[in-house]
């Protein structure tokens, strides 16, 4: 994972090669892979292969789950060969501590204020937005917003145009985006993905 000052950037729930080189070229550090069911961009395990074999040794590929048993998170993880898994539901610290495994980063997504990164064991924290799947932004201005300690990410309603607002405003460590960078559900833009690193790049956070 990236150690410059850049914000970290995700593009999530990519599904085709192109998808995949076009974020990878414009200069995303995570590519994520959806396998939490009943998403368009849902994919298997094949394919998932076949696509994080496109991405390069210094881009962590990210499998997302969803409130799935822990026996198949990780039976997609080693058959899919990715790197990182995402937890986006009510999976508690146990989850993190059986998927614990040498050269994989673990992240939690969360909707809840999080005090701090780690608290569930958890390398890197999602804060998605209060409605996930929306398109609604949290209200980063807001005094009700309070931003977590550690290695976070922000998520939810984020776009080409308010992605460098919301780094500034936030000071978060990175962001997570896909329907973001979508022209139809489900269907990435490859001028939205670059426009979205490039805008994330230039934040000046």
């Known amino acids: 994972m990236s150690e410059s000052s850049a914000p970290f950037v995700k593009i999530c729930g990519l599904k085709t090669g192109h998808d995949v080189d076009v974020a990878v070229e414009a200069g995303a ?3 994520g892979f959806v396998f939490a ?3 368009p961009r849902t994919v298997g395990a094949g394919l998932a292969r076949e696509l994080a074999a496109r991405v390069p040794d210094g881009v962590l590929t990210v499998g997302v789950f969803r409130g ?5 998170v990780r039976r997609l993880a080693e058959a899919s060969g990715v790197r990182g898994v995402q937890l986006h539901g009510d999976e508690g ?3 993190y501590e059986e998927l614990r495994a040498p050269g994989r980063t673990l992240l939690r997504a969360t ?3 999080v005090k701090a990164c780690g608290e569930y064991g958890e390398d890197l924290l999602l804060l998605d937005a209060p409605d996930p799947g929306s398109g609604k932004p949290w209200n980063w201005g807001s005094a009700d917003f309070a931003a977590p300690e550690g290695r976070w990410l922000l998520a939810g309603g ?3 145009a308010n992605v460098a607002e919301a780094l500034r405003t936030t000071g978060a460590w990175g962001v997570d985006v896909s329907s973001g960078v ?3 559900r489900g269907v990435k833009s490859p001028a939205l993905i670059r426009a979205f690193v490039r805008a994330a790049h230039a934040s000046g956070r």
Request: net charge negative; no cysteine.
């Open 68 to 72: 799935q048993p822990v026996e198949e």
């Open 182 to 184: 979508e022209e139809g």
């Open 111 to 113: 909707a809840e204020h």
């Open 29 to 31: 550090d995570a590519i």
């Open 93 to 95: 610290p146990e989850y």
């Open 37 to 39: 069911p009943g998403s």
């Open 158 to 160: 984020l776009t080409p």
